[in-house]
């Protein structure tokens, strides 16, 4: 199957700092998503992107769409201690409807 | 806004006995799908399911595991006979597709059932 590498890891950051993850295939995607998933709790989609390049915001959250279509980047502006939680990236190839999905970044926001 | 729905949220078998897990999805939604996830990992691509079959199922998806769409509105996840490591996170999740507009691929997830197998 496909493999998604999301980096990093985890993180651990002041409240009010920038966060910048990203997710990278060696296959090309359709489409990728972004999710944010809370302990116990379903992921819930924070952005989806179409276009190779594009470039798509939802309030703090900007998310692109690598140029190679191989890669996905997340950044969230200003944390605030809401942010915490795992961060999934999803991509959709071109054929099948199988997402594949990254390893997740988990983020901690110090207050 | 719509939703995708689960129930149970949690279930407690015994080895060897048969569960069903129920999902209604989002109801203008084509495409459905079920993943599990282990505490602590990542989400795991059980099955796919879109005009009434399995589009795409993953190595984990064996004879155990059935899938069934019973009526118009509920799909459903079955399990024969569960062992000891299916205990996870089940999600249902659904996916629209033609619709007008840019969100043809955008695929929403139920609350989970977490499966716990004594």
């Known amino acids: 199957g496909q493999q998604l590498n999301q980096s990093p890891q985890s993180m651990f950051i002041q409240e009010g700092e920038d966060v910048s993850m990203n997710c990278t295939s060696s296959?090309?995607?359709?489409?990728w998503l972004w999710y944010k998933q809370d302990p116990g709790e379903g992921p819930v989609l924070l952005i989806a992107?179409?276009?190779?390049?594009e470039l798509t915001s939802n309030g703090r959250l900007t998310a692109q769409f690598g140029i190679t279509r191989k890669d996905s980047f997340l950044n969230i502006s200003a944390s605030i201690p809401s942010d915490v939680g795992i961060y999934f990236c999803?991509?959709?190839?071109?054929?099948?409807?199988?997402?594949?999905f990254g390893t997740g970044t988990s983020l901690t926001v110090i207050p | 806004e719509p939703e995708v729905t689960q129930t149970p949220s949690h279930q407690v078998t015994q080895m060897g006995q048969e569960v069903i897990l129920r999902c209604v999805p989002i109801?203008?939604?084509?495409?459905f799908y079920w993943y599990r996830q282990i505490l602590g990992q990542k989400v795991e691509f059980l099955v796919s399911?879109?005009?009434?079959?399995?589009?795409?199922k993953s190595e984990i998806f064996d004879d155990q595991f059935s899938v069934e769409r019973p009526d118009g509105s509920n799909f459903t996840l079955k399990i024969r006979s569960t062992k000891l490591e299916d205990s996870a996170m089940y999600f249902c999740?659904?996916?629209?597709?033609?619709?007008?507009?840019?969100?043809?691929?955008?695929?929403?997830f139920g609350p989970g059932t977490r499966l716990t197998v004594l």
């Open positions: 999803a991509g959709l190839p071109f054929t099948g409807n199988q997402f594949y």
């Open positions: 999740a659904s996916r629209v597709w033609g619709s007008a507009g840019r969100s043809y691929n955008e695929q929403f």
């Open positions: 109801s203008n939604h084509l495409y």
């Open positions: 992107l179409y276009k190779a390049g």
């Open positions: 399911f879109y005009n009434n079959e399995i589009s795409e």
């Open positions: 296959s090309i995607f359709n489409t």
